[in-house]
């Protein structure tokens, strides 16, 4: 188990030389019609890609509250 996840750690930094990374969940906006979207906490962004851009497109206020539903025992 220890050296699956050294090298999981080693394979995530060595492809952080092509692209940069941006941690936390964030979500792509909803479609109008199919009411989907992609949710991640990991998302690999080209280099070419400015954060303002990116964070334009895909950021936390995309993401739908989570919602509780209460119910009553008696």
Known sequence: MKNILIILVCSILLTNCSNRY???E???EAD???????RSWIWAVD????K???DSRINKKNCPQKV???TLIF
């Open 22 to 24: 941006v941690l936390g």
């Open 26 to 28: 964030r979500c792509t």
């Open 32 to 38: 109008t019609t199919t009411k989907m979207f992609e």
């Open 47 to 50: 280099r070419g890609m400015s």
């Open 52 to 54: 303002d851009d990116f």
């Open 68 to 70: 509780v539903k209460k």
